[in-house]
Nanobody, 127 residues
Framework: QRQFAESGGGSVQSGGSLRLSCVAN????????VAWFRQAPGKGREAVAC????????KYVDSVKGRFTISRDNAKNEAYLQMNSLKPEDTGVYHC????????????????????WGQGTQVTVSS
């Protein structure tokens, strides 16, 4: 069974840091791009960042640039999202996703292009 499992969420104060991880089980991550999305209460799903299958191309949405870092370890079949200088507006459920879709600077990170999704991990940032 193909599964994606996120971990690392929690509650922190504004300015704090968290590192999210996702592990792919039952499928190989290295041939797929990985993206992180988040969904705040009452809002739609928002793209956060993506990384190409070999890690050579990375894209961030403007709101997290300079604060978040996406990375991957294909040998471990894992991907990560390091989140620093967290703000209350970063609160939400964070999901990782993977698929055979390009991650390019000039291309939007579209959730409907990703078929493999995790259940999500809650991130809460208090002011």
């Amino acid at each position: 069974q193909r599964q994606f499992a996120e971990s690392g969420g929690g509650s922190v104060q504004s300015g704090g840091s968290l590192r999210l991880s996702c592990v792919a089980n039952g499928f190989t991550l290295e041939s797929r791009a990985v993206a992180w999305f988040r969904q705040a209460p009452g809002k739609g799903r928002e793209a956060v960042a993506c990384i190409s299958m070999a890690g050579g191309s990375i894209k961030y949405v403007d709101s997290v640039k300079g604060r978040f870092t996406i990375s991957r370890d294909n040998a471990k079949n894992e991907a990560y999202l390091q989140m620093n200088s967290l703000k209350p507006e970063d609160t939400g459920v964070y999901h990782c996703a993977a698929d055979y879709t390009p991650c390019l600077a000039g291309r939007p990170i579209a959730p409907d292009e990703y078929d493999f999704w995790g259940q999500g991990t809650q991130v809460t940032v208090s002011s």
